[in-house]
């Protein structure tokens, strides 16, 4: 107890002694699809790097997730972080930003936009620690479904420090695991309303009251800008 996770549920383990789950070198962007950037936000500039990792999922029946990219960045101020997020999300043509928002709520959303309006982000919350947070993912590595696309000595030192009884790794905080976390996840669970849920801590209900509310906003633009064209197939 207080060692490294230890069973196939829990184990996040030593990757730099795992060579067995490193997958080929990401080559061409079509061998992945759906890819995201998972960041851990830092306190400060003085504080924890920003953790910025890149995750993919292939082509494979079951499918394996991939990360692709290890491109955190420490002592910068938040809209200096934010930038390096903009330029690794449109390097990898990322479909999603996912960014914890436990350190500095909204905020995060709001420097993230400023670096580039058009990032589709979306903020997850925290509610479990981080062990726990990993399992799920560790479950997955166990099954050799997770796979380093290169060598990442600062990520995997930190996924060998993540223990039962807490993070023991070389650094403060892992950063880049836990935003490999995040980026994993967000692949594992998609897009349903209850992963929705589940992610962003927002109730179900709003999530479809905010569908529909988006849906009737779509349809007057549509019925407003669209109208009276001469088609003649639709």
């Known amino acids: 107890e ?8 829990s184990s996040v383990g030593p990757l730099h002694h795992a060579a067995s789950r490193r997958g080929p070198p990401p080559r061409a962007g079509e061998e992945f699809r759906r890819p995201v950037i998972g960041v851990d936000p830092p ?4 504080g924890d790097a ?8 292939d082509r494979h029946e079951p499918p394996c997730f991939h990360v692709l990219a290890d491109c955190s960045v420490s002592g910068l101020r938040p809209e200096g972080w934010a930038s390096a997020v903009a330029n690794a999300a449109q390097a990898w043509g990322a479909d999603r930003v996912i960014a914890e928002k436990n350190q500095g709520g909204e905020m995060v959303e709001a ?16 509610s479990r620690g981080k062990a726990a947070r990993a399992e799920p ?7 050799g479904r997770v ?29 880049r695991a836990d935003a490999m976390v995040w980026g994993i996840s967000a692949l594992v669970e998609g897009n349903s309303i209850r992963s929705t849920e589940r992610m962003t801590g927002t109730h179900r209900d709003t999530i ?6 988006v849906g009737a906003g779509c349809a007057k633009l549509m019925d407003e800008e669209m ?3 001469a088609c003649r197939r639709i």
Do not use: N
């Open 2 to 9: 207080g060692g490294p996770l230890a069973g196939p549920a």
């Open 43 to 46: 306190a400060s500039a003085d």
């Open 50 to 57: 920003c953790g910025i990792i890149v995750c993919a999922v």
């Open 111 to 126: 420097v993230l936009r400023g670096a580039d309006c058009t990032l589709p982000v979306r903020l997850v919350h925290a």
């Open 137 to 143: 993912v560790a479950a997955l590595m166990e099954a």
């Open 147 to 175: 796979k380093l696309g290169d060598r990442f000595p600062e990520l995997e030192e930190e996924l060998g420090g993540i223990t039962a009884g807490g993070y023991q790794g070389p650094t403060r905080s892992p950063d």
């Open 208 to 213: 479809c009251r905010l569908l529909v509310e």
């Open 227 to 229: 109208g009276e064209l």
